[in-house]
């Protein structure tokens, strides 16, 4: 499997690592059914909650090959993600209770999933030749910017501006890996620790209520 | 004029295909002076009108051509935009009177403007070699982001998100030119249709009070 | 000095022109220290501050390299900009009171830096070949969409819409230098006036209370 990594962000395009593509496409569905969700408490209509749904799944990776210069950008030259996201969009729609019942395993899935996309995100940049602060704030835009997508077209304040430790871990995340990457330790292990790093970090955020200090 | 909508979209920059030129530049027209329209009720000063009118009507097509790669943006090649919707603001403010008068005719000329649009982003989307469903959401967007931006920079929840069917014409009117590319009926009456049906789905939507379901 | 202006912008990787760069590192600080001291009044934590800080410092640029397809955008691969704006920020934290005192002083190294940003925007736009007034839309965006990003974050209307000539002095500032280009006066000297008519015209706008006209 870790080999299968290393291919998968070697060469984007491959579709032999079925479990960091599995991820991505988890992630995926996850964000677009919480961004679903999001717009079901705005009142919009279906087609209102489908663009928002796209722009949670899809705005972060959109924005990190944009500002690369890798385009066409991902997502048009895949035919995965539309579906998937449509599928996303669906499941929150008709199963809303379920949705609101599944609040836990939805919360785990998308926080694997911010870990997976800051990884995948500092990778593409690294692969540019870029230095290691700009691979940390990139990896960290894959995994952030739809959110703040999602919170501008809704007019409001980025809920991440205001709440919970949520990019910080990403940038947390991003920063094991950097120091990692001046170790001995093989890439691969070094990519699962971030995504664990990511992922405990932003449960212990929550368990014992840490926030970044008010201005 | 058939022939000459084929040269135009397989050659963005041939100025033969004079009858589609002169429909994208109305639209382009028609889209500033309703982003004035709108700047008016929000008491901007002079210039917040023009980058309102300017976002209105280049957004859409910007945003197509970041996401494909086809940069520097077609506005910045084309010499004609920025005069166009210069005039279109100044007609907006000057002729306030006649522009409310105008009304009907503005909504029409912007409903044919939607159509091409989305017809425009759909073939330079198909020549980049992209997927149907993906050339169905880069036409709609080069249709309805302008719009979208104008929201946002006037910090309101996008309109289209919450009335009436706008951007469903768009898409309706692409999945009517992707099934008619599967038959034998030419591609330039194929885009006709799609511009029609576009049209005259948005047309039905409103006098018969079609709307899509709320979540 | 005037000799390395040039150079700077002939190679925009050069370092040799130590005094413009100087000017460049002092715009980034004082739109990232702007930026923090914005955050400030809307009770982020610090994660937020550190994106409202980075968006409108960076902002500008990016939007403009974006545009033009200069990718990766510069902020990506020149290594100053993140520790700069990390400094501005701090600044913007830890001297409140300074900040506060030093309202003055902040003010003309902004106006400073929009007519430099304005000048650098349109210089990078002409060495595409592209026509004056979208090199002056270009070197306007260059100085002042950082502003409105900021200002959309923090879902307001931006403030340049409402407020002063701000984007006005930037636009007159570039149609000053497009009518010098076609003088014989130097193109280094027609830089340096650009600069100043675009400070001056600011100025000059606030002690008189000039204001765009009401729509």
Chains 1, 2, 3 share one sequence.
């Not at 992630?27 to 705005?42: E, I, P």
């Not at 990896?139 to 809920?159: K, M, Q, Y």
């Not at 093989?186 to 990519?191: E, T």
Request: charge should be positive; charged fraction near 10%; glycine fraction near 10%.
């Amino acid at each position: 499997m870790l080999v299968r990594v290393s291919a998968y962000l070697g060469g984007m395009e491959s579709a032999s690592s079925y479990f960091i593509l599995a991820i991505d496409y988890i992630g995926t569905f996850v964000f677009a059914l919480s961004g679903a969700a999001a717009a079901q408490n705005k009142k919009l209509d279906l087609f209102g909650g489908g663009v928002i749904a796209l722009v949670t799944s899809l705005g972060g990776g959109t924005l990190r090959d944009i500002l690369i210069g890798n385009t066409p950008v991902g997502w048009l030259k895949h035919p995965w993600y539309l579906p998937i996201i449509a599928a996303g969009m669906l499941t929150a729609f008709f199963f809303r209770q379920a949705t609101t019942r599944w609040h836990r395993t939805i919360f785990l899935f998308d926080t694997i999933g911010i870990g997976l996309f800051t990884i995948l995100g500092y990778e593409l940049a690294r692969q540019q030749g870029l230095s290691w602060p700009i691979c940390m704030v990139l990896g960290t835009i894959s995994a952030v910017f739809g959110g703040v997508l999602r919170d501008v077209l809704s007019a409001e304040i980025p809920l991440i501006f205001r709440q919970e430790i949520y990019a910080t871990a990403c940038l947390a995340g991003a920063g094991t890996y950097t120091l990692l990457l001046q170790t001995a330790i093989p890439r691969d292990a070094a990519m699962l620790i971030c995504v664990a790093a990511t992922f405990f970090i932003r449960l212990a955020a929550i368990k014992w209520h840490w926030v970044m200090p008010r201005i």
